[in-house]
């Protein structure tokens, strides 16, 4: 069951008990975070027994999404995940690394001997900078759309890559949908 966070003191009881908590903060407007959200809605479904699950709409509730980045020390995104055990956050991952796969693999890392979760392409680490980021305030940066760290899973600034290791389509580097420019790399 994902239960709608609505005020810090809401949000101060859920990090006070034992369990895990999978805090999922959603932009209503957003279709990224609307891909993201119907994924964390799958995960919750098939494993409703592995943590406490929780929603914060960012835009309706603003200043409480706000407060939960300043909290847990985590800068803002939309979509989010944040999962919090045992005094902090573990893992957090934004936009197209929210999946049911990485999900699973997060929550899987606190059952294995006690271990931070192994990162999913994209995602961070509890105490991992954000790429892009010079302090905790600054947000990461921005590249097609996409966060920098997922740059960084995909091998430093290259677009995802088709089973043929070329560009998939709609998501090439600058230039346009699958479009590396003049330079004929991927093509």
């Known amino acids: 069951m994902i239960v709608a966070l609505q005020?810090?003191?809401?949000?101060?009881r859920a990090l006070r008990g034992?369990?895990?908590?999978?805090i999922f903060k959603h932009s209503t407007a957003c279709p990224?975070?609307?891909a993201a959200y119907q994924a964390f809605q799958r995960f919750v479904a098939a494993h409703p027994a592995g943590a406490r699950y929780y929603l914060v709409k960012v835009?309706?509730?603003?200043?409480?999404?706000?407060?939960?980045?300043?909290?847990?020390?985590?800068?803002?995104?939309?979509?989010?995940?944040l999962l919090w055990h045992r005094g902090g956050v573990r893992w957090h991952a934004s936009h197209w690394a929210i999946?049911?796969?990485?999900?699973?693999?997060?929550?899987?890392?606190?059952?294995?001997?006690?271990?931070?979760?192994?990162?999913?392409?994209?995602?961070?680490?509890?105490?991992?900078?954000?790429?892009?980021a010079t302090s905790p305030a600054r947000p990461a940066?921005?590249?097609?759309?996409?966060p920098a760290a997922h740059l960084e899973a995909l091998g430093g600034g290259r677009a995802p890559a088709d089973a043929t290791g070329r560009p998939e389509a709609g998501r090439g580097?600058?230039?346009?949908?699958g479009n590396?420019?003049?330079?004929?790399a991927g093509s």
């Not at 005020?7 to 101060?12: D, Y």
């Not at 999900?103 to 790429?131: Q, S």
């Not at 940066?141 to 996409?146: E, L, N, P, S």
């Open 7 to 12: 005020s810090m003191a809401e949000l101060e």
């Open 18 to 22: 034992p369990a895990p908590v999978l």
């Open 32 to 34: 990224i975070s609307a």
């Open 59 to 81: 835009i309706e509730q603003r200043a409480l999404s706000g407060e939960i980045a300043r909290r847990l020390g985590v800068p803002h995104a939309s979509p989010q995940a």
């Open 99 to 132: 999946t049911e796969q990485s999900l699973a693999a997060a929550l899987a890392g606190l059952r294995v001997g006690g271990r931070e979760p192994a990162a999913a392409p994209g995602a961070r680490a509890a105490g991992t900078p954000t790429a892009g």
């Open 141 to 146: 940066a921005r590249w097609g759309g996409r």
């Open 173 to 177: 580097a600058p230039g346009g949908p």
């Open 180 to 184: 590396w420019g003049a330079s004929g």
